[in-house]
């Protein structure tokens, strides 16, 4: 089945700072998510974004499906960001979502 | 409703009992999934219904799972004879048409003793 690699696995930031999350795929996909699981486990929609690139207040993703990766870029980061971030895309021959293993974001203030 | 609603919030269960999880979907959505999350893990996919039909089980883990959505809107995850390894969250999805954005519920936290 497809693969979803997600990275990197950990990342600390300070109150204000920008990063970049990324998430590598295998194979063709219909459907691309990026979700952030709050502490108490509720799976936030963040962007649908099969290809091309989206911006939502300081949270922006772009996905290169020719080159099978997407990116999730967080600005201005803010305590309430933190959280784990999920990747999931379902394969072009397939219905279900595949999760990558997620970033794990803490921001300090 | 405005979203997908689960129930119960968390559920503890001696070893050998048998469990029910409830899954509200998004009203009109056809598809509806379920997901099993291991602590520290992303979600792994356990099976996927089409209105009634269940179209795709092969995640779920043993004979002991099953799931039903008999009128094609609310769909019960059932898991019988419970183990320790059964400790997890579920999560059910819906989504509007297949390829679309799915909606997650907040989550049934199964405990077993």
């Known amino acids: 089945g497809i693969q979803v690699e997600q990275s990197p696995p950990d990342l600390i930031l300070q109150e204000g700072a920008n990063s970049t999350l990324r998430c590598n795929f295998s194979?063709?996909?219909?459907?691309l998510q990026w979700f952030h699981q709050n502490p108490w486990g509720q799976l936030i929609n963040l962007f649908y974004i099969p290809s091309g690139t989206k911006q939502n207040g300081r949270l922006s993703a772009t996905t290169v499906a020719t080159e099978r990766y997407s990116l999730l870029y967080i600005s201005s980061s803010q305590t309430t960001d933190s959280g784990v971030y999920f990747c999931a895309v379902v394969s072009a021959a397939g219905n279900k979502l595949t999760f990558g293993g997620g970033t794990r974001v803490l921001v300090k203030p | 409703g405005a979203g997908v609603s689960q129930s119960p919030r968390y559920k503890v269960a001696k070893r050998g009992q048998d469990v029910a999880l409830r899954c509200d979907p998004i009203?009109?959505?056809?598809?509806l999934f379920w997901y099993q999350q291991a602590l520290g893990q992303g979600p792994e996919f356990l099976t996927y219904?089409?209105?009634?039909?269940?179209?795709?089980k092969s995640g779920l883990p043993s004979d002991r799972f099953f799931a039903e959505r008999p009128e094609g809107s609310v769909s019960t995850l059932k898991i019988q004879r419970t183990q320790q390894e059964d400790s997890a969250v579920y999560l059910c999805?819906?989504?509007?048409?297949?390829?679309?954005?799915?909606?997650f519920g907040p989550g049934t936290r199964l405990t077993v003793l």
């Open positions: 999805a819906s989504t509007l048409q297949l390829s679309g954005t799915q909606y």
């Open positions: 009203s009109g959505h056809v598809s």
């Open positions: 194979d063709s996909v219909n459907n």
């Open positions: 219904f089409q209105n009634e039909a269940q179209l795709d």
